[in-house]
């Protein structure tokens, strides 16, 4: 496929993305679970740029998210900020920490880094469980206010879809414009091999910094959009296991694709809403389910796709 | 004083004792499982099971939990490892949190959210050494710590299958070549880690209420350990449980409790800073 027909495939689908609400208009709860996932689509695409671009694997993906939620209610509750700049700031909030954390993180590689993110996402959600008098504890911050532009408030769910969905787009604008770029290029080439690049000149820890750096950015922003469309956070949901689920989305989804993140996050939300019938069993499934895909699709759904389609167009291959 | 630092080696043991059954299976393949603390939980609520569905003897439910977990370990293997043992390594990583959640929701379901505490072999006895007040089950953990880990360099050393183990651990090509029966010794190496589990989750069993998150718990200090150890070392996991378990008691008694696991996760990152390799590990190299 050339680049020229893959961007209007990306630019169709977003017009279908634009209109699907529309259908849903008078489905509170159906809208509730596209605001979800538009959500966890950013979120994943955060991830995807330290897996999908460098091949590491990071499960402190929660601590960037739950920075971003903590500034933005911060920032326009006691400090009265307008939303976007205070979206902006959490970003800006939550890449300095990625900052901090990215410049030993960066350093190390394979298990060590696993175990580093991981480190960084629980010291993160124990300073929020223990700092009372910023956090306020357990009890999390409530009332906080929805996002407002000029004479616009997005306080409804269909308001809301919107919102997320221009962010999305921004997300994907960094996505798309990182592969096609140099930069993008030589970081593929350090996921390939990191040694072999950096004979041909790639220095591998400012792109792996920049990278953590873009993937804590756009955590936040998927923290401060989740904070004010919930309207109340506390500390218990950005555990390790928010941190799990986003890298499960990735990798069902297919990391370093373009559309692996859109299906997984979609995909998980659904199929977890779908199983939540079975009331205590719908996480057994769950877990099996993850098995199972590694199992079978190694390379998520987005792999499979490929791959069906390739023997599609040359059956005999 | 005393007291603190005798309840922080017990709890060190413990953390050792999980640490090397995860490292066992990491020598061995290289697989990072991320449900060994689910596995230590279940190895205690077998116990439980044991106990309170079956009426069984503390003794009886002991060889029970081992036996089950035996079992749990061959399936454990032929799920999450097996299949998946020529991708990359990620692949299994995620196979076997997915195989977490699965087995802490199983719990939830089988058992409920509420924690729950298993007997120990002693009950609530203790020794008293002159005003200092000694659990006798943090001394059973200790003795228990002490015999494994002298069990196993024997084990390793000088029996014919710890020999073959070792030897898958360090190069399966060649132990193939060999005659070694390399994917029966896999097994076994996931059945000596689920019986470790199975062991430590006993001892764990009445200090800490078991719930079913406890397995995500004990699988990040486990981690913490064998970091400060050096991956892979096993003279480090004991050195690294026992450092742990004694800084964590000082640290909420004399510091803050609030923030001690604040602190541990602290411990950890710098230590992968300072000295990656640990303690008394491997160098960390790069492959190209």
Request: a positive charge; charged letters at 10%; glycine letters at 12%.
């Amino acid at each position: 496929m050339n680049p020229r027909k893959k961007i209007l495939i990306v630019f169709l689908l977003l017009a279908a993305a634009a209109v699907l609400p529309v259908f849903f208009k008078s489905s509170r709860y159906y809208l509730n679970l596209l605001n979800l996932a538009g959500i966890f689509i950013i979120f994943t695409y955060s991830l995807n740029f330290i897996h999908g671009y460098l091949g590491l694997i990071s499960i402190g993906q929660a601590g960037f998210f739950a920075i971003g939620a903590y500034v933005t209610a911060g920032l326009t509750m006691a400090v009265g900020l307008n939303y976007f700049p205070a979206l902006f700031l959490a970003g800006v909030a939550s890449t300095l920490a990625g900052m901090v954390i990215g410049f030993p993180a960066t350093r190390i590689s394979g298990h060590y880094f696993v175990l580093i993110t991981l480190g960084f996402g629980e010291i993160v959600r124990l300073v929020i469980l223990n700092w009372k008098e910023v956090t306020n504890g357990t009890n999390g911050v409530n009332n906080i206010p929805p996002p407002r532009l000029g004479p616009w408030v997005f306080d409804s769910r269909f308001s809301y879809y919107y919102l997320v969905l221009f962010v999305i787009v921004l997300t994907l604008l960094v996505t798309m414009s990182l592969r096609r770029s140099k930069y993008g290029r030589s970081m593929l080439a350090l996921k390939v091999g990191e040694l072999a690049a950096m004979a041909m000149g790639v220095n591998p820890l400012s792109h792996k910094l920049i990278n953590f750096g873009l993937s804590a950015f756009f955590a936040g922003l998927a923290g401060g959009l989740y904070a004010s469309y919930v309207g109340s956070i506390s500390p218990e949901p950005f555990s390790v296991n928010l941190s799990v689920d986003v890298l499960t989305m990735l990798l069902v989804g297919g990391s370093g694709t373009i559309a692996g993140p859109v299906i997984g996050a979609t995909f998980l939300v659904f199929l977890k809403e779908g199983l939540r019938f079975m009331k205590e069993y719908y996480m057994i499934l769950y877990g099996a389910g993850i098995v199972l895909v590694m199992i079978f699709m190694p390379y998520g759904i987005a792999g499979l796709i490929d791959r069906l389609a390739v023997r599609l167009r040359y059956p005999s291959g | 004083m005393i007291q603190e630092i005798i309840s922080g080696l017990a709890m060190g043991c413990v953390y050792a004792l999980v640490s090397f059954g995860f490292v066992l299976v990491y020598n061995a393949v290289g697989a990072v499982n991320f449900a060994h603390g689910e596995l230590v939980m279940f190895g205690g609520y077998f116990g439980l099971i044991a106990t309170s569905w079956m009426h069984l003897p503390l003794w009886a439910a002991f060889l029970f939990s081992l036996v089950a977990m035996a079992g749990l370990g061959i399936v454990y293997n032929r799920v999450a490892y097996y299949p998946m043992r020529q991708r990359p390594a990620v692949t299994v990583i995620i196979a076997t949190i997915g195989m977490g959640i699965l087995l802490r929701n199983s719990a939830l379901a089988l058992f409920g959210p509420d924690p729950v505490k298993l007997k120990s072999f002693l009950g609530d006895h203790v020794f008293d050494v002159g005003g200092v007040i000694i659990l006798q089950h943090h001394v059973l953990i200790i003795a228990v710590t002490i015999a494994l880990f002298i069990g196993q360099s024997f084990f390793f050393s000088r029996t014919s299958i710890g020999r073959k183990l070792e030897a898958t651990a360090q190069d399966q090509e060649t132990a193939r070549l060999m005659g070694i029966n390399v994917n029966r010794m896999i097994t076994l190496t996931f059945v000596l880690s689920a019986l470790l589990a199975s062991i430590a989750g006993f001892l764990l069993g009445p200090i800490w209420f078991r719930d079913p998150d406890v397995g995500l718990i004990v699988i990040l200090k486990a981690f913490i350990v064998i970091v400060i150890g050096g991956f892979g070392s096993i003279r480090g996991i004991l050195a690294g449980g026992l450092f742990l378990g004694v800084i964590e008691v000082l640290v909420a008694s004399h510091l803050t409790s609030e923030y001690r696991d604040v602190i541990s996760f602290l411990i950890l990152i710098a230590v992968l800073i300072v000295l990656p390799q640990g303690f008394f590990g491997e160098k960390v190299a790069q492959k190209v």
